[in-house]
């Protein structure tokens, strides 16, 4: 059986343990080290999950690592990794947060809207996993969960979206004029939220990588 195993405590990584005839599916980007005998392949999520990684500014292709052989897996920040276990439901992601999934997961990418895309910044382009089996996840900063009742509402700046289940309804809103994006500057705060409609699980990111590149910029 697949071993993994979550360590570190601000900056996390996640090591894998795969015995011969296993499988995991990797973001190669996230990718550390691996044993040296490990044998890898890469697949790809076809034309439109390509492009729509390339607009993201994520990599293209998953690497599918066979086992035996031990390999780990992080995040690009300080941050802390959570598992998600999937039963047949289906879960949507920032492109970012996906560190590992068993071979049972499937996945696709959803595009939210090119005037979104434009004003709303990362989170528009998002994964969508689905199946049975566990599926990985890093967030950056802390990892804010949330239940959602049916019809309860919360707004989350976009930048800070992790994940959230398929039942959650998600629109994405301008929150004021002008006047609010002057104020707001280059971090694009208060700007852009997004709607989460319950009923469902919703995972927010305490810090936001865009906000985050805005600030070093200014500096």
Known sequence: MTQYQIKGEDVQYLEIELNA??????????????????????????????????????????????????????????GKIFDIELNGNS??????????MDSSITYSTKFAGVSQAIFGGEGVFLEKFSGTGKLYLHGHGQVIERELKPGEEIQVEMSHVLAFEETVG?????????????????????LFFANM????????????????????VRR
């Not at 990599?59 to 897996?73: E, V």
């Open 21 to 78: 005839g296993e499988s995991v599916y990797v973001e190669p980007g996230h990718l550390v080290y691996k044993d040296a005998g490990m044998r890898l392949d890469v697949g790809s999520g076809g034309l439109r999950g390509a492009l729509s990684h390339m607009l993201a500014g994520s990599a293209i292709f998953l690497i599918k690592m066979d086992g035996p052989g031990t390999f780990a897996s992080a995040g690009f920040l300080p």
């Open 91 to 100: 879960i949507y992601a920032e492109f970012n947060a996906f560190l590992a």
């Open 170 to 190: 998600y629109k994405i809103q301008r929150i004021g004029g002008v006047k609010t994006m002057l104020l707001a500057g280059l971090e694009g705060e208060g």
């Open 197 to 216: 409609r319950g009923p469902g699980k919703v995972w927010i990111h305490s810090i936001s990588l865009l906000q985050l590149a805005a600030k070093l």
